[in-house]
């Protein structure tokens, strides 16, 4: 069941300004409730009187790298700069309103808060969890985005990203999710494949005769995509003569078969991907600068396996209910979760994917996948270390936290933290799972709780009015 949305104040509070805008949310229809500390706080509004380290730091725990939603507004009586908006983006906030008495105020909120949920309950839709797979922050965000474009927008969309990272994919999602086009052909095509020869052929379509071969009529990409959506794969392989041809369709909406003097019209949406920087590739010469305009109304960067090793497990597990039907609890000995984890992977998703493919293949009887299953050609070397978690991440974040002044027992405190909210995260706030996580008693694991809201509530003491 869905929750209200969360209202909190930070700092003095404005008394007649807290009436007003509880007036302007009860206008709206919108039902608010008290923010809690405990699990995922979801979409809320934060208003402030008072900007300083403890705004910022609370507007992050918030949004928890922005998988909660923080709509914050300061209170009629401040004068804020255009810089603190951008402060408050960067720490976790969804969107910054303006102070507002009028009757729209209430207005902005609901449409902002309606458009979130409305993003948020595609994302968490079956359809979009059972094939994209994944709930690092890195990756939910990015994934809210795509969503958002591809549902609210009709434009053209440019995925750029490491091969294997799951392009085509996220092109069948927006398909999907495209409003006017889900009911008609998704067309793909690749660059990399197409013979220059028969290229007219495959975009355009051609009329019986046109060349030695052509018996009959054929329909190119360009008329089967039409009122549906168009994936170009690997488009910047595409040769400067199909360049031109394409911008012309895709500036027009129009084109001729190969021998043919007839126009067609075709209106479909354009969806791209490479694993090029076609930005350096339009610099140098490389790539038509009007068709890149063209094609990346919205460009999406898609993050390779590497900057979201906390999918690893989540993809692995969803590999075997593919692999193994037979056996959807089908579960993991430890020492193959660390060699899972900290294994690399050149070749994204589609390497992990092809590796649990063989794994799951040698697996026999029930219980777990031991070390066994793991083939010969894939074992780890003498000197891998399983547990080297601390990664290229970490150093920098200790690093920088020592740059600004925190001490040893701040940055100890920090990490604690933190793995204690991600314990409980992801378990669910099944604190007996989250303890058996953490490597700690579940006594232990509730007293840290205890003594981590204390230290919240006196900080937010000092903040809330």
């Given at each position: ?277 076609l930005e350096q590739a339009r610099v140098s010469g ?51 979760r660390e060699y899972l984890l900290s294994r690399a ?121």
């Amino acid at each position: 069941m869905r929750r209200e949305p969360w209202l909190h104040f930070c700092g003095p509070k404005d008394l007649a300004g807290a009436k007003v805008l509880l007036e302007c949310l009860k206008r709206a229809g919108i039902c608010v409730r008290t923010l809690d500390g405990d699990g995922r706080c979801g979409e809320g509004i934060l208003c402030f009187s008072r900007v300083d380290e403890e705004l910022y730091d609370f507007v992050q725990e918030l949004s928890r790298n922005k998988d909660g939603r923080v709509l914050a507004i300061p209170t009629a009586n401040m004068a804020i700069d255009t810089s603190l908006m951008w402060q408050l983006l960067h720490a976790g906030a969804s969107d910054v309103l303006m102070w507002s008495s009028g009757a729209d105020l209430g207005e902005r909120i609901k449409a902002r808060l309606e458009r979130w949920r409305a993003v948020d309950d595609l994302v968490n839709s079956p359809p979009v969890q059972a094939s994209l797979v994944g709930a690092s922050p890195l990756w939910r965000t990015v994934l809210r985005q795509i969503v958002e474009v591809a549902r609210f927008t009709s434009v053209s969309i440019l995925l750029i990203g490491e091969s294997g990272t799951g392009k085509e994919l996220i092109a069948r999602l927006i398909h999907e999710l495209d409003p006017r086009a889900s009911t008609n052909e998704l067309v793909i095509l690749d660059c990399t494949t197409i013979v220059p020869e028969l290229s007219g052929s495959e975009f355009f379509g051609h009329e019986r005769g046109a060349f030695t071969g052509a018996v009959g009529a054929r329909d190119g990409a360009f008329a089967v995509a039409d009122r549906g959506t168009l994936f170009l794969d690997e488009v910047g392989e595409l040769p400067m003569p199909l360049q031109a041809q394409l911008l012309r369709v895709v500036q027009e909406g129009a084109y001729k078969r190969v021998g043919g003097n007839a126009w067609h019209r075709t209106e479909f949406r354009l969806v791209c991907a490479t694993n090029k920087d076609l930005e350096q590739a339009r610099v140098s010469g490389e790539f038509r600068t009007d068709l890149y305009y063209r094609i990346a109304s919205w460009v999406f960067r898609v993050p390779s396996l590497a900057e979201r090793r906390e999918d690893i497990l989540p993809l692995t597990e969803h590999f075997l209910r593919l692999f193994r039907p037979d056996n959807p609890c089908l579960g993991l000995d430890r020492p193959v979760r660390e060699y899972l984890l900290s294994r690399a992977y050149p070749g994204n998703i589609r390497d992990l994917r092809q590796l649990i493919g063989r794994i799951s293949s040698r697996h026999v009887g029930p219980g777990p996948i031991t070390v066994g299953d793991i083939p010969p050609e894939e074992l780890p070397g003498d000197r891998l270390a399983p547990r080297n978690w601390r990664n290229a991440d970490f150093e920098p974040a200790v690093r920088h936290a020592l740059a600004l002044g925190a001490g040893l027992k701040e940055i100890g405190q920090a990490a604690t933290d933190a793995a204690l909210r991600i314990a409980i995260d992801e378990e669910n706030c099944n604190l007996q799972l989250a303890a058996r996580r953490l490597g700690v008693t579940d006594r232990t694991l509730q007293m840290r709780q205890a003594a981590r809201r204390s230290r919240d509530g006196g900080s937010r003491d000092r903040t809330a009015g």
